[in-house]
């Protein structure tokens, strides 16, 4: 079946470090996949998108690379923040693309310490 | 900038109680899509509409139903409500024909089913 997984433990990074993120899915041939921030008590709030054609994709400080032979999208944000703490969230098209159905990984939080 | 607004933040209902979520968005998007989300099991599609008075079912539809009468209106109704419908729920809605099935969300009802 059909498999999302990002690491459900927490990441603790001092502030100005780069945060990495993955999100590795099994069973899957996803056009795009996308990323989105959650902060607690809120709604996910969309980041960025990448498609299979491409290898990596950028804005101000997040990057986000799409590897489709290993699985794997790595979500980075560079010179981090302890603004940047929340829970991030990758997801893909689920069945075929037109349904709009999305199928989103579990979170990984993200802890940026002074 | 989209817009999606949930009608409630917070609710508490009693055990057999019918309780309506009620979810609207401003920007004319064709799909909208109710989740639940909880510790651990991540964001779970309850159900989604592709159009006025076009629903399906998502992952876990039991104990659910939805209407959608407008097309900027999304209802969730829980029939008779039970105490593991406890829960975060979030409404979203995308714009099929950009392609990307990039999803709005609203800030979330925090349900509390005693």
């Known amino acids: 079946s059909q498999k999302i997984e990002q690491n459900s433990e927490a990441l603790n990074i001092q502030e100005g470090k780069t945060a990495t993120l993955t999100c590795n899915y099994t069973n899957y041939s996803p056009a795009y996949l996308q990323w989105y921030r959650q902060d607690p008590g809120r709604g996910p709030v969309f980041l960025l998108l990448i498609r299979e054609n491409e290898k990596e994709k950028r804005k101000e400080r997040l990057k986000v690379t799409f590897d489709t032979t290993l699985k794997q999208s790595l979500f980075h944000i560079t010179a981090s923040q302890p603004a940047d703490s929340a829970t991030y969230l990758c997801a893909l098209v689920g069945g075929s693309s037109n349904t709009g159905k999305l199928i989103f990984g579990q979170g990984t939080t993200l802890q940026v310490k002074p | 900038d989209v817009k999606v607004t949930q009608s409630s933040r917070y609710l508490v209902k009693r055990t057999g109680e019918k309780v309506f979520l009620e979810c609207v968005q401003d920007m004319d998007h064709e799909n909208m899509f109710w989740y639940r989300q909880d510790p651990g099991l991540g964001l779970r599609l309850i159900y989604f509409?592709?159009?006025?008075?076009?629903?399906e079912k998502g992952d876990i539809p039991e104990g659910y139903s939805v209407s959608r009468e407008k097309k900027e209106r999304f209802s969730l109704i829980l029939e008779s409500a039970s105490t593991n419908q406890t829960s975060m729920y979030l409404c979203a809605s995308s714009d099929p024909s950009r392609g990307q099935e990039t999803q709005y969300f609203g800030p979330g009802t925090r349900l509390l089913v005693l």
């Open positions: 509409s592709y159009d006025v008075k076009m629903k």
